[in-house]
């Protein structure tokens, strides 16, 4: 199954003559693709979009099948539950949890996810390990981590239950070079692994090593087009 199909997308931002325009894109399973452009050329506002958080657009947006136009705000939130993983710029960890409540948290609002997560203890465990986190750090409050840990445990909290789709918003802007080069590594080991298809927003020319295909996002005089790089 596609995991994500874009046709004719179009969305303009209120108050203003601006506008977003995807002729058209698409991810495979398990495959990579780059988001590139200029800041305020609208890559977070494609990743919301595609998120099914922004409504309000016109043409066609279809993830794992399902047409994101044809769903209520509460079958759209279910749809994300279900099928996305997201790794947000700011982490968006909650610092009141421990790193392993963290990750798990995705779970609660999915019963297919936690389902295909099985053991969630086990699997927290395992993500953690595999984006090279101590065990000795599951019961730490995330606070306690450094920036680079933490990006590790928000990657962790959008792999578990093997979502369809990930969808990564400047994952290594925080990063220094060595630590965005393992991150990426990590990352895109652990979507295979899953079958995920990732879709990455990054200004860093470098995260293009890791992907099959990349896009720019170009202010034009008919408003922004998704091109092939």
Not at 6 to 34: F, H, T
Not at 72 to 100: K, T, W
Not at 196 to 220: F, I, N, T
Request: net charge positive; glycine share 8%.
């Amino acid at each position: 199954m596609t995991r994500l199909v874009i046709e004719g997308l179009s969305y303009r931002w209120a108050g203003s003559e601006r506008s977003l325009k995807v002729a058209q894109m698409s991810l495979q399973p398990g495959e990579r693709v780059l988001l590139q452009g200029a800041s305020g050329s609208g890559k977070s506002t494609l990743l919301n979009l595609v998120s099914g958080v922004l409504p309000g657009y016109q043409g066609r947006l279809d993830v794992d099948g399902t047409s994101l136009g044809s769903l209520s705000a509460v079958a759209r939130d279910r749809l994300r539950a279900e099928s996305m993983g997201i790794i947000f710029q700011q982490f968006n960890l909650l610092p009141y949890l421990s790193v392993a409540e963290n990750v798990l948290l995705p779970l609660r609002f999915s019963k297919p996810r936690r389902h295909r997560a099985g053991n969630a203890e086990g699997e927290t465990a395992r993500l953690l390990q595999a984006m090279e986190l101590d065990k000795s750090l599951l019961s730490q409050p995330v606070t306690r981590l450094s920036v680079g840990q933490q990006q590790r445990v928000a990657a962790a909290r959008a792999l578990i239950g093997a979502p369809g789709l990930i969808l990564a918003d400047e994952p290594t802007s925080a990063l220094d070079p060595t630590a965005r080069d393992r991150f990426l590594a990590l990352l895109t080991e652990q979507c295979a692994l899953c079958g995920s298809a990732l879709l990455l927003v990054s200004h860093d020319p470098a995260v293009s090593r890791v992907v099959d295909r990349s896009y720019r996002l170009v202010e034009g005089a008919l408003g922004t087009e998704v091109l092939p790089c």
